[in-house]
């Protein structure tokens, strides 16, 4: 039961007391990787970050080269799910907001991935040591636009909440 939920907050309408429960299945999860409980796929999860920084056995460097913070320029994140799955949508999102009015470039943090994965599977200690990483790299820019709903709720509100500052406006 504990590793069903998404924390997407549908439960919250479905709740008549308007109750999220997406932070006591986050605190659950925690308990469970401490008490040695957790599913095997948590310690697999674990070993592949430990490896890739990724749920991914690639180089998400590779597969989009970051460009350099300027002044006034907004960093786009991509998600590190359509680098490995589709990708074209990225290179395809940063075509069309070049013919915005907006100044963009690619904002690939190092390491690539939020580390949403970890929250979500209960690993905060390593979800914590791999926000600091990703926040610092991504100090330079003055705003984030991020391509996946969860890595902008990762960046945006996780980070925040365990204590770690992202500088840029997401």
């Given at each position: 039961?504990?590793?069903?939920?998404?924390?997407?907050?549908?439960?919250?309408?479905?709740?008549?007391?308007?109750?999220?429960?997406?932070?006591?299945?986050?605190?659950?999860?925690?308990?469970?990787?401490r008490?040695?409980?957790?599913?095997?796929?948590?310690?697999?999860?674990?070993?592949?970050?430990?490896?890739?920084?990724?749920?991914?056995?690639?180089?998400l460097?590779?597969?989009?080269?970051?460009?350099?913070p300027?002044?006034?320029?907004?960093?786009?994140?991509p998600?590190?799910?359509?680098?490995?799955?589709?990708?074209?949508?990225?290179?395809?999102?940063?075509?069309?907001?070049?013919?915005?009015?907006?100044?963009v470039?690619t904002?690939?943090?190092d390491?690539?991935?939020?580390?949403?994965p970890?929250?979500?599977a209960?690993?905060?200690?390593?979800?914590?040591?791999?926000?600091?990483?990703?926040?610092?790299?991504?100090?330079?820019?003055?705003?984030?636009?991020?391509q996946?709903a969860?890595?902008?709720?990762?960046?945006?509100?996780?980070?925040?909440?365990l204590?770690?500052?992202?500088?840029?406006?997401?």
């Amino acid at each position: 039961m504990l590793y069903k939920c998404t924390d997407c907050e549908g439960t919250v309408p479905a709740c008549r007391h308007r109750i999220s429960v997406g932070g006591s299945l986050r605190e659950a999860r925690v308990d469970a990787v401490r008490k040695g409980v957790a599913p095997a796929e948590v310690e697999w999860l674990r070993a592949r970050f430990a490896e890739h920084d990724s749920p991914y056995a690639v180089d998400l460097q590779r597969r989009a080269q970051s460009g350099r913070p300027r002044e006034g320029c907004t960093g786009v994140v991509p998600a590190c799910t359509s680098l490995v799955h589709q990708r074209g949508e990225f290179p395809r999102v940063m075509r069309l907001l070049d013919m915005s009015s907006e100044e963009v470039t690619t904002a690939l943090p190092d390491p690539g991935c939020c580390g949403y994965p970890l929250d979500a599977a209960g690993l905060r200690d390593e979800f914590v040591a791999h926000a600091k990483r990703v926040a610092k790299s991504l100090e330079g820019y003055g705003r984030l636009a991020v391509q996946g709903a969860a890595c902008a709720w990762t960046l945006g509100v996780r980070y925040r909440e365990l204590g770690v500052r992202v500088k840029p406006e997401v």
